[in-house]
């Protein structure tokens, strides 16, 4: 589905209950793009109460446009989808794979957004090199920098992102609407950005669990997770590894190399994570058996998301798998 120099545009709006889906039949197999290179997006989620799962996502311009899919409302949920080769004009107005509205300017409330299994890559990235410069702020993999409460990111596998960082979850303090339900950020993949991993910027409450993060900071010096001081972020069993600012960061200062307990820091290179580690995105991200991620993760906070990418049920042992996916025989 070609919308030249247009978005695909979901206005409408479901209900409690009754959501509108809109999916591909079989996952990846139905491609949305476009051509436009100003500062436009490819998907339009304007709708409330909406799923869009399933779909490519992608651009066929060199340059300028700052958006695969953009979502303005809240109760949206994007799911299975994978965006890539999203190129932005590295400007202040930011952009990147999946974006929630305002989040530029920090003024969006939207709430109840589920971001899960989606495959991220190549986010103002040519030639397996980044398009931005370190002084590029706001072209993320997933930026969600919203008041709004009950955000999930989960899942995920994010790489080559310029400018920006993998994960963005931000100003979630549960006092601007009435779903007070915290932000989860958790079982997602994360490697070879250009900035960091995952952000926070605010939202106390938020959990970030089960994450994997290597690799990332390659040209800003980001930390692999950051936070502002005095928040209450909950970290849990996130394996994190060769982050060039450091594993956890507090408000861009205060590098901190170790990790938190619970957590393991494992070197992918070594072949024991994964059935295939490439840092370019061309290995097997799924768990080699015997992987140290293996039933590592936590169980135990409700914000733990049930099943994987691949839709595989978790957990297949005694806990959770660390990452995107959940090893079974």
Known sequence: YDYGNEAAQFTKSGSPGKPITVTCATRGACKIQNSVTDNSTVVLLAGSYITFDGFEVT???????????YITNSFVTITHNT?????TDCGPLG???IKVAES??????LHNITIDGNLIYDISYRGDSPSCPASTVQTDGIIAQTAGTAIRVTNNIVY???GGWGIFVGDSNATNNSYDVNSVIANNTIFSTAMGGIIVMSGNGTSISNNIVVNTGQLSGRCGINAPPGVAVTYANNDLWSNAGGNYCIEWGGSDQRVHPNDISVNPALGTTFINWKPDGSGD?????????IDAGTSTLP???????????????ARHD????????
Request: proline share 7%; aromatic share 8%.
């Open 59 to 69: 651009n066929t311009s060199t340059a300028g446009n700052n958006l695969g899919a």
């Open 83 to 87: 965006i890539h080769h999203i190129e």
């Open 95 to 97: 952009g990147g794979g």
């Open 104 to 109: 530029d300017s920090m003024n969006s409330y």
């Open 160 to 162: 080559h992102t310029s």
């Open 285 to 293: 991200y799924h768990e080699r058996a015997g992987s140290p991620t």
């Open 303 to 317: 914000s733990s998301p049930t099943a994987d990418f691949d839709g595989t049920p978790r957990p297949q042992g």
């Open 322 to 329: 660390i990452g995107a996916y959940e090893y079974h025989k």
